[in-house]
């Protein structure tokens, strides 16, 4: 799960970075506030990649979705990419969670005798 959510926040520090150049051109707000909300939420996503493993890491990524499609009512073209990000944040969760129960169970039958069904 880890590798697939840490390459979804890796997008997202990409496009918050190209939202904040977006956000100074178009918004009223000056570029001091642009580029703190900007480089926070991309200080945010490099940390969490930090800490999806820890308890709350995953509701931490959701939180930054969230604020992600929020950003649409500075720049409207987040609302359509921060829910094709919020999709591959659920993605990266559910399919990784598959994963890693995976490798689990084939690391559970390598450590068997031979001959010997694992158990569950």
């Keep these: 799960m880890r590798t697939l959510c840490a390459s979804t926040l890796i997008g997202e520090f990409f496009v918050i970075g190209f939202a904040g150049l977006v956000a100074m051109q178009t918004s009223d707000l000056s570029a001091a506030t642009v580029w703190t909300v900007s480089g926070v939420a ?3 996503c490099l940390l969490l990649c930090g800490v ?3 308890p709350g890491g995953v509701h931490l990524g959701w939180a930054l979705q969230v604020a992600l499609v929020a950003s649409g009512f500075v ?3 987040m609302f359509f990419l921060g829910a094709c990000f919020a999709g591959l944040w659920w993605a990266s969760v559910h399919f990784g969670r598959k994963v890693d129960e995976a490798k689990a169970r084939f690391a559970a039958a390598a450590a068997q005798p031979d001959g010997a069904e ?3």
């Design 118 to 120: 694992p158990a569950g």
């Design 42 to 44: 991309m200080v945010v």
């Design 52 to 54: 999806l493993t820890r």
């Design 75 to 77: 720049v409207p073209a």
